[in-house]
């Protein structure tokens, strides 16, 4: 999952009103969740190689002032730093054109028209450990229904501050206490040995641990998985050592 790169964009395509305009969701007739999943995630990826982030400074207020030291990202207590991604607006371009080019549309949210189905969770429903929730303990966190790896910045009313790995403040979540799971360098649950069939596991793809199902048996080093809710262009065949089971 590529995180907190379209803060006017839900899953489920929805441009939020607030800055950009009227609420607009991507539509395709006959299209599911499913296809809308696959998709959205298969721009965000091309659009991430071809404009990757960029973050530049703006601007530095404090009592540094050379432009070496306002090239800094670490700073002082008494300096504040502002940061703007250069490469934002091309991404976004990009990311139009490729769903464009899948013959998505963007139309209004309340005009006629097929909305995107409602996404089934058919996932096994994992219970987290809510005695996680304790500051700086480093877990696996879940969100948009993927697992990440993260640390509690402190609890708060309704779930736990999460700073994600690699990601910045303007990436920290609250999540419910019991999204939480045990941190481990191999990932979150435990070790899959042999491809089965038909198990329901997670599975690591783009910095998260995603549900998908074993699509055949094997007693090899790799198994074909399938994700849950995207569709089939999505399958992968992945190192055991990339499949977990909960």
């Known amino acids: ?16 009103l607030a800055g950009c305009g009227p609420e607009l969701v991507w539509r395709k007739p006959g299209a599911t969740t499913a296809d809308y999943n696959s998709a959205h995630y298969r721009c965000l990826r091309d659009s991430t190689a071809q404009a990757p982030v960029d ?16 090239a800094r990202r670490r700073t002082s207590s008494s300096q504040s730093v502002s940061y703007t991604d250069v490469n934002r607006s091309a991404r976004a371009t990009v990311y139009d054109a490729c769903m464009r080019a899948a013959g998505w549309r963007l139309e209004p949210l309340d005009s006629p028209g097929q909305r995107p189905a ?3 969770r058919t996932a096994q429903t994992v219970a987290g450990d809510a005695s996680l929730c304790r500051s700086g303990t480093r877990v696996f966190a879940r969100s948009d229904d993927a697992w990440y790896a993260g640390r509690v910045l ?29 941190w481990a360098q191999a990932g979150p649950g435990a070790a899959v040995t042999a491809c089965r069939r038909g198990e329901r596991v997670i ?6 641990w995603y549900p998908a199902t074993i699509k055949a048996d094997g007693s090899g080093e ?6 849950i809710d995207f569709g ?15």
């Open 1 to 16: 999952m590529v995180r907190g790169m379209w803060h006017c964009m839900t899953l489920l395509g929805v441009l939020a």
């Open 55 to 70: 973050q530049r400074v703006t601007s530095v207020s404090g009592d540094r002032t050379t432009r070496q030291q306002q």
């Open 118 to 120: 409602p996404t089934t």
């Open 154 to 182: 402190q609890p708060q009313t309704g779930g736990c501050l999460i700073r994600f790995d690699d990601s910045g403040a303007e990436d920290d979540e609250v999540v419910p206490a019991g999204a939480l799971l045990a």
């Open 203 to 208: 599975a690591f793809s783009e910095d998260g």
């Open 222 to 227: 790799r198994c074909p998985v399938t994700y």
């Open 232 to 246: 089939a262009e999505d399958d992968e065949v992945l190192p055991l050592r990339l499949i977990r089971r909960l």
